[in-house]
């Protein structure tokens, strides 16, 4: 799937349901974040 067709996807959702999507999409980059913290070792910054 690319770009183009996951915007086209997402403009034809009903308004709770994109919220339900960004919200996600945000929990999923915190998660993703939190991976890279932990695995940072001792020193690095």
Do not use: A, C, H, W
């Amino acid at each position: 799937m690319n770009s183009q067709q996951l915007v086209f996807q997402y403009e034809i959702l009903q308004p709770d349901l994109q919220k339900q999507v960004l919200d996600f999409v945000n929990f999923l980059i915190k998660q993703q974040q939190r991976q890279v913290i932990q695995k940072r070792t001792v020193g690095e910054y």
